[in-house]
């Protein structure tokens, strides 16, 4: 929402599928619209999979929006959704999150229907594999990886939601030696202690800089933009925290 400000927006619509985990943000995002000025057009529920396309990409169409955010998807909707705005002219810029923001899906989409996801752009919590120059963590990860996956696409490549994964055990590994460098023992109380006092915290590249850890989040990152001729997803933002 904020990047959509700082880039002159004045209004977005929300489409989102029809489960917890699309609903969930929607409330937090009108909220976050209305106190940066911006109208929200279009709040549009859809099936995680199997949407009506077209009939959603009509109300889209008529609601104007400049911006549409697209939340709680993994893989097919989200991709028909953008290349059904194409096919009708529509030049509203698409946003992603977390789950929409997977380049291999993203290249596959490439390869079957053409570069209509070219621009796409969203919000990444995470440095991605290939942007390791200064990344010592994911150096090593490659290492392994290449043993690991010769000969295929993850040879060089770590997914999102890899990296997500290996994130999370970085984490519960510095909450166990944090507890047990500190002379107590690793009693569920005593580690949820050690998670919310994660603070300034190298991760060794996962995120731009260090990171600290407030009401269960580590809340930053960065905006991407994906170009289907290079086929990766550039920064398009400093990293922020909020």
Sequence with gaps: MQNIKDAGGSNVAFIFSNTEFGRDPIEHGKMRAEELGIEVVLEESTKPQG??????????????????ILQGYVTGVWPQLIGGARQFGLPTQFMGTFWGMEKLIADRVTAEAGPFLDGY??????RYFYDREDAPR?????????????????ENYMSTW?????????IAIKALRDTVEGGKEPTPDNLAEA????????TGGFFGGPVSMVDN???????YQYSTESGLFTPTSDWFTV
């Design 51 to 68: 949407a009506d396309i077209p009939t959603h990409v009509t109300k889209l169409a008529q609601s104007g929006a400049e911006y549409a």
């Design 121 to 126: 752009q969203g919000v990444m919590p995470y």
């Design 138 to 154: 994911y150096q090593l990860f490659a290492e392994a990886a290449k043993e690991m996956f010769a000969g295929t696409p993850l």
């Design 162 to 170: 890899t990296l997500q994964t290996m994130c999370a055990l970085e």
């Design 195 to 202: 998670l919310s006092g994660i603070t300034d915290w190298d």
């Design 217 to 223: 989040k580590i809340g930053t990152g960065r905006v």
